[in-house]
């Protein structure tokens, strides 16, 4: 059963059975004066060409030491980049052959953790690796290599997860990832003791209203889907998605997932949907899918370890003059407990989610650091918050 709970009564929401979502539409309590300053930096290769593809999506950022791990994943090769002084410190080349290789099927994304450990995602598989680029262990996502909760028939877990910073453990989607299929909520797989946990979240039929479908000739088909992004919390995890004003917080302390809904003053909460589902031709698929791109747009949840703030950009074609092609950006910021305390209409465009992925996005020394390619070099819009009660 569905009710409205408060939050900030843990003791409340112990008393509830696990794994039951609860409802939040909250408030936004802003009482703070907000500035901020933006600018673009370079990052200075030193004769190295960067590697850019998928918008640094694969790559990591250790807030620990202040660097940026990015993975060319064709090859192994990682850059160590010095945030801070905006150049590349080193490579390091990892095997892609042999017992302490990164590779089984294709290296997808790189994790650093605060015990100075690297993982390495692999589809369907992870690599963890020590100090010494010495293989530690190699983790499955199925059935047969873990135990604990089991996988539905004909469902497989996301290989392209979150994993935590202390490399306790791994967050992923799972579910029928086929054209038709559902995703059916978040996989928590421990790495100790090699666990699964399956964590069912009801936001997939929801999303289904925003997906566009391009139907060729029979078994060619494409389609124009929403992102859907995980944020980590010490032990508990955020799901959202780019196409509405909410989100679901995994409280692993009590097993349970609230559902918080937010609404903004300056966008819409959501997309609005008008738009056809099913098309035949390419020509049409490309101008339903530009129609929705212009409605509002959500980025990822970005944590400040330092602050404990949550940073989020959203975009949405100006409304009040629709013609000028010209979109409002938006900052919103939420507190330790997830809660909206201010949101910001920006003078400045920022790099967020564009049409079919999100750059990479993180908080350095309280700036927020958004990849962009300037030039075919690396750039990033930084962006310093400054608020006060």
């Known amino acids: 059963m569905s009710r409205y709970l408060t939050f900030l009564f843990l003791t409340a929401m112990m008393s509830c059975s696990a794994k039951e979502e609860k409802e939040e539409e909250v408030v936004n309590k802003s009482n703070i004066e907000f500035s901020y300053t933006i600018d673009t930096v370079r990052i200075d290769g030193g004769g190295t060409k960067h590697y850019l593809g998928m ?40 095997d892609m052959r042999g017992p302490n290789s990164i590779k089984e099927y294709y290296p997808s994304g790189i994790k650093k953790t605060i015990l100075g ?7 369907y598989v992870i690599h963890r690796m020590d100090s010494s680029r010495k293989k530690i262990d190699t983790y499955k996502l199925d059935n047969s290599s873990l135990k604990g909760d089991r996988l539905p028939y004909e469902t497989n877990i996301d290989g392209s997860g979150e994993i935590a910073a202390d490399g306790s453990y791994y967050v992923g989607l799972y579910g029928n990832f ?23 979240i009801d936001f997939w ?24 992004f995980l944020t980590l919390n010490g ?20 097993d349970s997932v609230v559902h918080r809904s937010y609404h903004s003053t300056i966008t819409s909460d959501k997309k609005s949907g008008e738009y056809r589902k099913e098309v035949t031709t390419h020509a049409t698929f490309e101008y339903w899918a530009q129609r929705k791109n212009q409605e509002v747009t959500f980025g990822p ?13 959203s975009r949405e074609l100006d409304k009040i003059n629709p013609e000028s092609a010209r979109y409002v950006y938006v900052l919103t910021v939420f507190n330790e407990k997830l809660d909206q305390i201010h949101e910001e209409k920006l003078r400045n465009r920022v790099s967020i989610l564009g049409k079919y992925f999100a750059g990479k996005t993180f908080v350095h020394k309280g700036m927020i650091y958004s990849y962009i390619n300037l030039n075919d070099e690396m750039a990033f819009v930084r962006l310093k918050p400054d608020f006060s009660e």
């Open 178 to 200: 086929k054209p038709k299929g559902e995703i059916l909520g978040v996989a928590k797989v421990r790495f100790s003791d090699k666990s699964m946990k399956l964590i069912p």
């Open 55 to 94: 918008n640094l999506t694969m790559a990591d950022y250790s807030a620990q030491e202040g660097l940026l791990y990015n993975l060319e994943p064709e090859t192994g090769r990682v850059e160590v980049i010095d945030v801070e002084k905006q150049k590349l410190l080193r490579l390091i080349q990892y």
């Open 301 to 313: 949840l970005v944590k400040d370890p330092d602050s404990q703030l949550f940073y989020r950009y």
């Open 205 to 228: 039929d929801q999303l289904k209203e925003y997906t566009i479908t391009v139907n060729y000739d029979i078994g060619r088909r494409s389609s124009s889907t929403e992102m859907k």
């Open 117 to 123: 450990e690297t993982f390495f995602r692999d589809f």
């Open 235 to 254: 032990p508990d995890f955020i799901l959202s998605t780019s196409a509405s004003n909410e989100l679901w917080y995994y409280i692993s302390e009590i």
